[in-house]
């Protein structure tokens, strides 16, 4: 019993409401921790070396965050800011078939445009702020130790694999069978140094506009691969579909269904959207997930409870422009270029044509935010397409003349486009095949912060609007990723004998605070940041890395 517990402990958290990760209802208890390590859950009768009072607060495990693209941020920023804000205390990186390793130093270039492109991580934060001094997965995270803040459970990218076994050839064509043995050996290594699986992309293309090399590979070396990180102990296998086409989402998840009946992986595919044009694809999509999984296999999908605002700058990047010819090729340009070929009369036809068909769509849902002129100032607040009836243009050109006006900064806020209906946004989080997920956390971070994801799924789905039980929440951000990622042997329960990875909050408060745009990025880039409210604390193996929405300097990450 845990009352008779009279060891010393490092810590004792006191008289806190215990939801322990597993959903089970919440309970009062002391927790006590000693060398990282829960030892105690119950009365705790003896005395700690430190003492917290957390009457009236929940405590739980520390959230772990599936989706995200903080690899290259870790060189830089251990904590992988600002996630342990909103309690997150693991991060699933390489998501979306990249990662930073492994890597030779002639696929080093390659590797970044494809960050760059795929997930707006700037090619200058990357050559101030990320040294390469590695090629294999090991040496990338031996690299890390002692950095982190967080703990790193991460993926292993199918096209930086290619890459690093097939140079130019992984974007030209499949890959022979001494190659796929080549790539399976890579990814056994990577798991046994500390990855739990691979990530593909069924989507993504690289800064030239080309298929990236995942989407070049066949059945076979798919499967072989999947095999590979089910014998070395890997758990899972993720990729990113082609969410707008149905034929292919649905070709996607059978493909899925055959990689996991044929390797016992776990698929994961991300993300189901609610997308207002194709209405009922998520609905179809959870069906076809359903359909596999009633064959044998281990297929889900990842959802975010975020809908997908953005805000956009034109002296920033947008991934729908990069689907647009001839915007692509204004904005793969510095911004004082792109200013000037926007301001191009003879080109300006040419982008409003190409461009509204597409951009309409989210600029029909465009307030203007943040400017910087005298001029644009009147116009805050205000409806883009208010302002483009005004003055008796197309939304397109009034976009550009009024970011013209601020130098290309002005911010432009897309609110309400996709994912944003509450209601079918908690249909599918609620389905049982669905993992919370797909934050994104690190990537496109100059038109959103995804890390807030946990805090706004507490106050929204929990406490505002009914659809989950704190208990059951708490659950899905915990013991259910760290069950489906292989972790819940250590991690993401509060439980003796497993780490002490801690968040204390408060169930009446806790939400997504205040959102600024900095430019705290190595090379001067730029990005959104978001507080949280009602976080008290957030601890890593005992330590603090988060006290009242300040960080600490403590970084007792692990690989997880």
Same mark, same amino acid.
Request: one cysteine or more.
């Given at each position: 019993?845990?009352?008779?517990?009279?060891?010393?402990?490092?810590?004792?958290?006191?008289?806190?409401?215990?939801?322990?990760?597993?959903?089970?209802?919440?309970?009062?208890?002391?927790?006590?921790?000693?060398?990282?390590?829960?030892?105690?859950?119950?009365?705790?009768?003896?005395?700690?070396?430190?003492?917290?009072?957390?009457?009236?607060?929940?405590?739980?495990?520390?959230?772990?965050?599936?989706?995200?693209?903080?690899?290259?941020?870790?060189?830089?920023?251990?904590?992988?800011?600002?996630?342990?804000?909103?309690?997150?205390?693991?991060?699933?990186?390489?998501?979306?078939?990249?990662?930073?390793?492994?890597?030779?130093?002639?696929?080093?270039?390659?590797?970044?445009?494809?960050?760059?492109?795929?997930?707006?991580?700037?090619?200058?934060?990357?050559?101030?702020?990320?040294?390469?001094?590695?090629?294999?997965?090991?040496?990338?995270?031996?690299?890390?130790?002692?950095?982190?803040?967080?703990?790193?459970?991460?993926?292993?990218?199918?096209?930086?694999?290619?890459?690093?076994?097939?140079?130019?050839?992984?974007?030209?064509?499949?890959?022979?069978?001494?190659?796929?043995?080549?790539?399976?050996?890579?990814?056994?290594?990577?798991?046994?140094?500390?990855?739990?699986?691979?990530?593909?992309?069924?989507?993504?293309?690289?800064?030239? =506009? $080309?298929?990236? #090399?995942?989407?070049? !590979?066949? %059945?076979?070396?798919?499967? /072989? &691969?999947?095999?590979?990180? +089910? @014998?070395?102990?890997?758990?899972?296998?993720?990729?990113?579909?082609?969410?707008?086409?149905?034929?292919?989402?649905?070709?996607?998840?059978?493909?899925?269904?055959?990689?996991?009946?044929?390797?016992?992986?776990?698929?994961?595919?991300?993300?189901?959207?609610?997308?207002?044009?194709?209405?009922?694809?998520?609905?179809?999509?959870?069906?076809?997930?359903?359909?596999?999984?009633?064959?044998?296999?281990?297929?889900?999908?990842?959802?975010?409870?975020?809908?997908?605002?953005?805000?956009?700058?034109?002296?920033?990047?947008?991934?729908?422009?990069?689907?647009?010819?001839?915007?692509?090729?204004? =904005? $793969?340009?510095? #911004?004082?270029?792109? !200013?000037? %070929?926007?301001?191009?009369? /003879? &080109?300006?036809?040419?982008? +409003? @044509?190409?461009?509204?068909?597409?951009?309409?769509?989210?600029?029909?849902?465009?307030?203007?935010?943040?400017?910087?002129?005298?001029?644009?100032?009147?116009?805050?607040?205000?409806?883009?397409?208010?302002?483009?009836?005004?003055?008796?243009?197309?939304?397109?050109?009034?976009?550009?003349?009024?970011?013209?006006?601020?130098?290309?900064?002005?911010?432009?806020?897309?609110?309400?486009?996709?994912?944003?209906?509450?209601?079918?946004?908690?249909?599918?989080?609620?389905?049982?095949?669905?993992?919370?997920?797909?934050?994104?956390?690190?990537?496109?971070?100059?038109?959103?912060?995804?890390?807030?994801?946990?805090?706004?799924?507490?106050?929204?789905?929990?406490?505002?609007?009914?659809?989950?039980?704190?208990?059951?929440? +708490?659950?899905?951000?915990?013991?259910?990723?760290?069950?489906?990622?292989?972790?819940?042997?250590?991690?993401?329960?509060?439980?003796?004998?497993?780490?002490?990875?801690?968040?204390?909050?408060?169930?009446?408060?806790?939400?997504?605070?205040?959102?600024?745009?900095?430019?705290?990025?190595?090379?001067?880039?730029?990005?959104?940041?978001?507080?949280?409210?009602?976080?008290?604390?957030?601890?890593?193996?005992?330590?603090?890395?988060?006290?009242?929405?300040?960080?600490?300097?403590?970084?007792?990450?692990?690989?997880?």
């Amino acid at each position: 019993m845990a009352s008779a517990v009279r060891e010393a402990a490092d810590l004792v958290i006191r008289s806190g409401s215990v939801v322990d990760g597993s959903g089970r209802a919440a309970f009062t208890a002391d927790v006590a921790v000693r060398d990282g390590r829960i030892l105690a859950v119950g009365p705790f009768p003896g005395r700690g070396a430190r003492e917290l009072d957390a009457s009236g607060r929940c405590v739980a495990p520390g959230f772990v965050d599936v989706h995200t693209h903080y690899d290259a941020q870790l060189c830089w920023d251990g904590l992988a800011t600002p996630s342990p804000l909103h309690g997150v205390t693991t991060v699933v990186t390489g998501n979306c078939s990249l990662s930073v390793a492994p890597v030779r130093p002639e696929g080093v270039a390659r590797i970044v445009g494809m960050f760059q492109q795929i997930e707006d991580v700037r090619e200058r934060s990357f050559a101030a702020g990320v040294s390469f001094a590695w090629e294999s997965f090991a040496e990338y995270l031996a690299s890390l130790e002692g950095t982190l803040g967080v703990n790193l459970a991460p993926l292993v990218g199918h096209s930086t694999l290619r890459l690093f076994a097939m140079g130019a050839a992984s974007q030209e064509r499949a890959a022979t069978d001494a190659e796929v043995a080549e790539m399976a050996a890579l990814v056994r290594d990577a798991v046994r140094a500390g990855a739990r699986g691979l990530s593909l992309s069924h989507l993504d293309v690289d800064e030239f =506009m $080309r298929p990236v #090399p995942s989407r070049f !590979a066949d %059945l076979r070396e798919k499967t /072989a &691969l999947a095999r590979a990180v +089910v @014998e070395a102990g890997g758990s899972v296998l993720e990729t990113v579909p082609m969410a707008g086409d149905p034929d292919e989402f649905r070709a996607t998840i059978e493909e899925l269904g055959e990689i996991s009946r044929a390797s016992g992986i776990l698929c994961m595919l991300q993300p189901i959207i609610h997308y207002p044009p194709a209405g009922d694809l998520w609905e179809r999509a959870l069906g076809w997930i359903d359909r596999e999984c009633e064959r044998g296999a281990r297929v889900i999908g990842q959802a975010s409870p975020r809908p997908f605002d953005q805000n956009l700058r034109l002296d920033e990047t947008f991934f729908t422009f990069f689907l647009i010819p001839s915007w692509g090729d204004v =904005m $793969r340009r510095p #911004p004082e270029q792109r !200013a000037k %070929l926007l301001a191009d009369p /003879a &080109l300006r036809p040419r982008l +409003v @044509e190409e461009g509204m068909p597409l951009l309409a769509f989210f600029l029909e849902k465009t307030w203007i935010g943040a400017t910087r002129s005298a001029a644009n100032r009147p116009l805050e607040g205000r409806r883009l397409p208010d302002v483009a009836r005004e003055r008796g243009c197309t939304l397109v050109d009034a976009l550009i003349e009024i970011a013209l006006q601020d130098d290309l900064a002005t911010e432009f806020a897309i609110r309400g486009a996709l994912h944003a209906d509450p209601d079918v946004v908690a249909r599918i989080l609620k389905h049982p095949r669905v993992l919370l997920g797909a934050s994104d956390g690190g990537a496109h971070v100059s038109q959103f912060c995804g890390a807030s994801d946990p805090t706004l799924f507490l106050a929204s789905f929990v406490r505002e609007r009914g659809d989950f039980a704190l208990e059951d929440a +708490v659950h899905r951000l915990t013991g259910q990723p760290a069950e489906l990622f292989g972790l819940s042997g250590r991690r993401g329960r509060v439980a003796p004998g497993l780490a002490a990875d801690l968040v204390i909050f408060d169930p009446a408060r806790v939400a997504p605070g205040r959102e600024t745009y900095v430019g705290d990025l190595p090379g001067g880039a730029n990005r959104y940041v978001c507080e949280a409210v009602g976080i008290d604390r957030v601890l890593v193996a005992g330590e603090d890395t988060v006290v009242a929405g300040r960080y600490t300097a403590a970084r007792p990450g692990r690989i997880a």
